[in-house]
Structures are given as structure tokens and as C-alpha cells.
């Protein structure tokens, strides 16, 4: 059971005032705060094993590729791959779906190929597939929307098709709070030859992941998302996927052997992993794995529940607010996309900023599912397991107030 009244002491940055008003943190979406156990491991690798992987046979060295590797196999129990093999560090999602796109796109797809991907992906999940379709002259195409903004599986059926070669799908929505039947979807992709590649860097902090139950191809995340650092990700691949593949960045770490006019590669998961790698970020990912295992990714995807059962009805009883995705809390995440009428969403967010509410506000990174929704940009809460109903009530008292601020000049 999370208690995140107790939970939150662990995280030092909430501890703060914004704008004189007690900070309440609710762009979780974007990036996630880090407790103090994920904090100490950081500060303890520069402190005292400070020193680069698998090339030394010193103490530090071997402390530290140790501490790397361990954080590699963290991370395959976390998410239920086959192997250690199958798990290669990268510096987030979008890294990670680029190198699928890049390697495994450029050897594997031909002219006259189909890619098909969805309406509410984001950028990081749309431009790679743009320029591999433009490079092998492949065809992208787009799965629509059911008018509450799930994804609408007869048109699945009809987009996916024996001409595709890649389907590539978040697993859940960064803009409209939804989870897709990533498992169907991959079934779908299969039975006609296709290979499926998951974004699932809204997923992984907020639910149990099991790459071999869902029986994807590739399933790509980030650490910053759930309360790892910044510039540390994973890239999921089958193994026998990755054996067919070509690195796609050359250099130390990654070979095997160096002759003047030819080299060779390491075996996996290293031909992938060139240069010297975010060794303290995978160290503190490993962190960020056992802080998550200990609570409870199933008590985490709960607890969640709860609060959007708390806050969204009272957002829907907000005259002049529209929220988008499913009206129901029992079809969407802790993630709620949202507009006042007659207000621009950063005018809304700088509002609840001077309350001390942090929101986000823009296209997320979606300018195609905006376009699609035809509005330029929302305000979006993104709730964790960190966040209270005070936190709830907070948010639903600074926009009614700003609504009224706005209308009558007064609060």
C-alpha cells in the first residue's frame, strides 16, 4: 500500500516553496523527481568508485563495471527479459528508438514497405519513422482515434497489413492518459510479418512491464521517468533481432578486434554500447529499479487509480474546462491534458506556477495528435505515486481560481 504522505519526505526537491506557496509537482510526464536512496548511489559512485568499465583491472574498475553490469541484469528482472543479452543501455527513449530505426529499419526494410504508427505518439516516436520511410522510400502510415481518443483497433486491422514491416506504438499515451493493447496490437503486427516496437517511456514508472508477456520486438524507456537521472535509457530488442543487427555508433567499448581496414565487434549486449557509457546514470537507474521493485509497480499502478478517481470528476465539474482522452478513470493513467475556455494553456500554467503548482503546458512533444484533437496546445497534469489528494485539491482550488482571476479580475 503506498502511503505518499510518508513517501514524499524521501524525495528531498519536494521539500521546497515555489512562488512562497509549497511546491506540488505535477509534471511527472515530463520527468520524474529522484529520492534520496537513488541520490546516495549517485553521489556514491563519484565518491568513491569514480573510474570506467570493463577496460581496467584495478579495484575501481572492477567495482564499477560490477556495480554497471548488475545494474544491467536490475533492469532485465524489472522489465522480464530472456536475458542480460537483450538489454542495452542508451541514453532514453528516443536514443533507443532511433537506433531500432536506424539499424534494424535500415537492413530490413525495403521500397514499397509499409511503417504504421498511431495519431497520439510522440515526436521521438513519429520523426525516426519519417526519415527511415523517406530513406527506403516506405510508406508511413497512421492508425486513427475513437472519438474519446483510444486507439481504434478495426482501423488497426486495416492499416496493418502483409506490406508492413514495422509497427511502432506507445504503449501508453503521454498526452491523453490512455494504454494500448500493446499484446493485441503485437498479435496483429506478427501474423502479417511485421516486427513491433514499443515506446514505453510512459509505461515503465507506472505499471508492471513484462516484454515477454506482451511479446514485443523492441520496447524502449527512460530512466529520468521514473526517478532514475537524465540521460540513461534502455532499449529492449529479441536477441535473435539484435544478432541481426548493425551498431550504428563505432568507436572503444563496442569491438572486438581492430585491424587497419576491418574490425570486429563484441558479442551482446556491448557491440551496441560505443564510447565510455553513462556508467553513475546505469548505476542509479539500477537504484531506481530496486526503489520501485520495493514499493510495488502493481501498489504504484493503483495508487494512481485512486488519485485520477479523486481529482477526475472534480476537474470534469469545472464549467469552461475541457479534459481530453476517456472521460472514465477506469480507461486512463495519472496523465490529464486539459484547456479553460478563452485561455491560452501557458497563460494557465504560469498561473498555477505563481501558486506553486507545476504543470506542463504546449504540444508534448505531439503536434500531430494536437492537430488531429485541433487545438495548438494544452495544460497537462501528470500525477505519481509521490503526489496526495492535497496535492489534488490544490491543483482543482488554483484553476478554479485562475478562471475566475481571468473572468473577473479578482481571486
Not at 73 to 92: C, M, P, Q, W, Y
Not at 130 to 155: P, V
Not at 341 to 367: S, Y
Request: aromatic share 8%; hydrophobic share 40%.
Amino acid at each position: 500500500m503506498i502511503d505518499a504522505s510518508a513517501i514524499r519526505n524521501e524525495f528531498p526537491i519536494l521539500d521546497q516553496q515555489v512562488n512562497d506557496e509549497p511546491l506540488v509537482y505535477l509534471d511527472n510526464a515530463a520527468t520524474t523527481q529522484k529520492p534520496q536512496a537513488v541520490l546516495d548511489v549517485l553521489n556514491a559512485y563519484y565518491h568513491k568508485d569514480n573510474a570506467n568499465v570493463h577496460r581496467g583491472v584495478h579495484t575501481l574498475a572492477e567495482r564499477a563495471t560490477h556495480a554497471y553490469e548488475a545494474a544491467r541484469e536490475k533492469v532485465r528482472a524489472f522489465i522480464h527479459a530472456n536475458e542480460t543479452a537483450e538489454v542495452l543501455f542508451t541514453r532514453g527513449t528516443t536514443t533507443g528508438l532511433n537506433w531500432v530505426a536506424r539499424s534494424y529499419g535500415d537492413a530490413f526494410v525495403k521500397e514499397g514497405d509499409e511503417i504504421v504508427i498511431s495519431y497520439m505518439e510522440h515526436h521521438s516516436n513519429i520523426i525516426p519513422w519519417q526519415q527511415l520511410a523517406t530513406r527506403k522510400k516506405a510508406t508511413l502510415k497512421y492508425i486513427a482515434l475513437t472519438d474519446e481518443g483510444t486507439l481504434d483497433m478495426n482501423d488497426a486491422k486495416k492499416q496493418i497489413t502483409n506490406k508492413t514491416a514495422i509497427v511502432a506504438l506507445a504503449h501508453a499515451s503521454n498526452v491523453l492518459g490512455i494504454i494500448n493493447p500493446i499484446k493485441e496490437l503485437g498479435e496483429l503486427a506478427h501474423n502479417h510479418g511485421a516486427v513491433l516496437v514499443v515506446d514505453g517511456a510512459q509505461s515503465t514508472p507506472h505499471m508492471a512491464i513484462d516484454v515477454q508477456a506482451l511479446n514485443c520486438d523492441f520496447f524502449a524507456f527512460s530512466g529520468h521517468k521514473m526517478c532514475g537521472p537524465t540521460g540513461i535509457g534502455v532499449l529492449y530488442g529479441k536477441r535473435a533481432l539484435l544478432e541481426q543487427m548493425e551498431p550504428i555508433e563505432f568507436g572503444g567499448e563496442m569491438i572486438d578486434f581492430v585491424e587497419l581496414y576491418q574490425s570486429t565487434w563484441k558479442e551482446l549486449p556491448w557491440k551496441f554500447e560505443a564510447g565510455t557509457p553513462n556508467i553513475a546514470g546505469a548505476i542509479a537507474l539500477g537504484a531506481a529499479v530496486d526503489y520501485l521493485t520495493d514499493l510495488g509497480l502493481d501498489a504504484i499502478h493503483e495508487y494512481e487509480a485512486e488519485l485520477v478517481h479523486y481529482v477526475l470528476p472534480k476537474l470534469q465539474a469545472i464549467e469552461g474546462l475541457t479534459i481530453y482522452g476517456p472521460q472514465d478513470p477506469d480507461k486512463r493513467t495519472g496523465v490529464i491534458a486539459f484547456n479553460l475556455d478563452g485561455l491560452h494553456p501557458h497563460d494557465v500554467a504560469t498561473a498555477l506556477d505563481m501558486e506553486g503548482i507545476a504543470v506542463r503546458a504546449g504540444h508534448h512533444c505531439a503536434q500531430p495528435l494536437l492537430t488531429y484533437l485541433n487545438v495548438p496546445a494544452t495544460a497537462r497534469a501528470s500525477f505519481y505515486f509521490y503526489n496526495t489528494k492535497a496535492d489534488c485539491d490544490r491543483l482543482v482550488e488554483a484553476i478554479q481560481a485562475t478562471k475566475e482571476f481571468f473572468q473577473h479580475g479578482t481571486i
